[in-house]
């Protein structure tokens, strides 16, 4: 059974840090390009980053860019997201999820950016 389990959310002032986890389990982690994807109140959701499966290749949205890092430790079947500099608009539900998808989505984890 394929599994998603997104940890690391919690509330920070604005220019704070956080960083996310993913831990992925039922398929070959090592395998599948991985994305963050997040989900703020009353929007879609959007892919935030993405990273091969080796890890050499990394790619992000550009509100994103120069603040977020994606890396992975395929070990440890986990997936990161660090998150500097953070903004209220960065204030949503972050979840992480295989390419090609596979599963269903995780319970995700809340950000909330806010003084």
């Known amino acids: 059974q394929v599994q998603f389990v997104e940890s690391g959310g919690g509330l920070v002032q604005p220019g704070g840090s956080l960083r996310l986890s993913c831990a992925g389990s039922?398929?070959?982690?090592?395998?599948?390009?991985m994305t963050w994807y997040r989900q703020a109140p009353g929007k879609e959701r959007e892919l935030v980053a993405s990273?091969?499966?080796?890890?050499?290749?990394?790619s992000y949205t550009d509100s994103v860019k120069g603040r977020f890092t994606i890396s992975r430790d395929n070990a440890k079947r986990t997936v990161y997201l660090q998150m500097n500099s953070l903004k209220p608009e960065d204030t949503a539900v972050y979840y992480c999820?295989?390419?090609?998808?596979?599963?269903?989505w995780g319970q995700g984890t809340q950000v909330t950016v806010s003084s």
């Open positions: 990273i091969s499966s080796g890890g050499g290749s990394t």
């Open positions: 039922g398929f070959s982690f090592s395998s599948y390009v």
């Open positions: 999820k295989t390419v090609p998808s596979k599963g269903d």
